[in-house]
């Protein structure tokens, strides 16, 4: 049971990373943003937290560049966006994805028939 | 709840976050720390109902700061290392009470900090209070023109001294001339022999003074001298630790920004020196 919950820990962890840039694609996006938009779909994240690392990662891998700007009325936000190698990162792993996803559930529809 | 209490809840939150990225580069964990600052800034302005309730749950969403750590480490590729302190993120509970271990060990941390600043703050007051007060009483006490004793004879002849102040037990002897001057010369012969050297009758003399040497003079000096310095020091040193402890007070600042501090406390110093260094002078 254990080792099933680590891998799907795992699974998670890697996709989350790239629902990231798919936010980020076509528009920056702040911090908290990005944390409301992917904690408003289920079962992507466990910890809101989670986000701030993942997107430190990313900027120190030159996915995305950030950029702190003043608001009005509240605290200065962390505006993201992609550099070109994180639009390359993120059409490799669309692409990728979707035919391994679609690998996957083909399997788990019809396994006992294959 | 008051802003106090509800900065006290974030800053201790951010102070565990702190303690459990110690591993992790600075520049990160200072990104980290700041990015969860915002994220709890930003929640909490956005929600109608300001209550402990909404804090602890915009707390309980981001997760506990050990999970945090450990995502860090996974995601920036370093070996985890267990925390510094013996309040491991395991015991604590899920709610974030502000009587936790994990909170007495954030809030140890920045007391440290600022126990290890006040010395050198101190330190650097007793360099830089009495350096002023060297410059300015070396100012103050001689103001007048050095000359050499045959030039007082020389004068005492032309009959333009007016007084010679002496003090027992001291070389040093002031002249005072008709036209107002003052000059100072130091002598080892008696001022009686030095007007007899100078060759005239006693009653063209001048005027001639003679003060004891007497302990009220001391005690003066020290009031005059040790009292400013005390209450100078103590104004300080009181708005050092202040300045540090709102500067650096949260969290953020506990580990990285030590040196920092330290530096910060150093420049005010120095600047509150210059002050009253530039103050004292204007006094005199």
Request: a neutral charge.
């Amino acid at each position: 049971m254990d080792e099933n919950a680590a891998l799907i820990t795992q699974m998670r962890k890697g996709a989350v990373e790239y629902c990231v840039l798919a936010l980020l694609e076509g528009r920056e996006r702040y911090g908290y943003e990005l944390v409301q938009a992917l904690s408003g779909v289920d079962g992507m994240l466990v910890s809101e937290g989670t986000v701030y690392p993942i997107l430190s990662r990313l900027k120190r891998d030159g996915l995305v560049r950030a950029e702190l700007r003043e608001s009005r009325g509240g605290p200065a936000r962390k505006y993201y966006r992609l550099t070109p190698s994180g639009d390359a990162a993120l059409a490799a792993f669309k692409a990728q994805w979707r035919i391994f996803s679609g690998a996957v559930e083909t399997i788990l529809r019809e396994g006992a028939r294959l | 709840m008051t802003e106090r209490e509800r900065l006290e809840i974030v800053d201790d939150y951010l102070g565990r976050l702190d303690v459990q990225l110690h591993d992790l580069p600075q520049g990160i964990r200072i990104d980290l720390i700041e990015d969860v600052r915002r994220h709890i800034e930003e929640a909490w302005g956005d929600s109608p109902d300001k209550s402990r309730v909404v804090l602890l749950n915009i707390l309980d969403r981001l997760g506990e700061p050990e999970e945090l750590a450990r995502e860090g480490r996974e995601r920036l590729g370093l070996e985890g290392e267990p925390p510094p302190t013996p309040t491991s993120a395991r015991v604590l509970p899920s709610s974030f009470g502000p009587s936790t271990g994990g909170a007495d060990g954030a809030r140890r941390r920045r007391r440290l900090g600022a126990v290890r600043l006040t010395p050198l703050a101190i330190l650097l007051l007793l360099c830089v209070v009495p350096t002023a007060f060297l410059l300015v009483f070396q100012r103050s006490a001689a103001p007048e023109e050095t000359i050499s004793i045959s030039q007082i004879v020389a004068d005492a002849r032309a009959g333009r001294v007016e007084r010679i102040e002496a003090r027992e037990g001291s070389a040093e002897i002031i002249v005072s001339y008709e036209d107002g001057q003052r000059r100072r010369g130091v002598t080892e012969t008696p001022i009686s022999a030095l007007l007899t050297q100078a060759n005239l009758p006693p009653q063209q003399w001048p005027e001639v003074r003679v003060s004891a040497a007497s302990s009220t003079d001391a005690w003066l000096w020290a009031l005059s001298f040790l009292l400013p310095l005390i209450v100078l020091t103590v104004v300080v040193v009181l708005v050092v630790v202040l300045a540090v402890r709102s500067f650096f007070g949260r969290p953020s600042g506990t580990g990285g920004g030590g040196s920092g501090a330290a530096v910060l406390s150093a420049v005010l110093v120095v600047i509150l020196g210059c002050v009253a260094l530039s103050g004292l002078l204007l006094a005199v």
